[in-house]
């Protein structure tokens, strides 16, 4: 959350002239309603299931820069799926995490104290990011272009 992951796929695409696909926007697109309202209405547990259906499709159709939603790894058979493709984890520390999501409006999983909420997440997610990824670049205190820049130096 916040690391820039849907900017910097679409700097990526542009870069190297390929589709670029976001499996958020793709469960929006599907479900035709926002994600935070998926949580409030639906929960968690069905948004993940969702998600996990919208990451396998996009891993089978998708030929192109691919940008999942930050719980997206948190099923094992979605980190089955992705370990045959390379996967950068961008990782963002709290201090810019905090400073880029602002204060987490239609951001569910940020209700209540914002600042808390985003260290458990990282705290709970980062061990996970890291056993998924093939590469892990700092975001901290870098523009999207220098993220993005670094990630062609590492793929293809």
Do not use: C
Not at 18 to 37: F, Q
Not at 97 to 116: D, E, H, I
């Amino acid at each position: 959350m916040g690391a820039g992951k849907t900017t910097v796929a679409e700097l990526l695409g542009a870069a190297w002239d390929l589709p670029v696909r976001d499996t958020d926007a793709d469960i929006v697109a599907t479900t035709g309603r926002e994600i935070s309202d998926i949580f409030v209405e639906s929960g968690e547990d069905h948004f993940r299931d969702l998600e996990a259906t919208a990451v396998s499709a996009a891993l089978a159709e998708h030929e192109g820069v691919l940008a999942l939603g930050g719980g997206a790894v948190l099923r094992p058979e979605t980190r089955e799926l992705l370990a045959s493709v390379p996967v950068v984890f961008l990782r963002v520390g709290l201090s810019d995490a905090v400073k880029r999501v602002g204060l987490g409006s239609g951001r569910p999983l940020l209700l209540g104290n914002v600042r808390a909420r985003i260290k458990a997440l990282l705290d709970e997610r980062t061990p996970v990011y890291e056993s998924v990824a093939t590469h892990v670049v700092e975001t901290d205190g870098r523009t999207p272009d220098e993220v993005a820049t670094e990630i062609q130096g590492l793929v293809r």
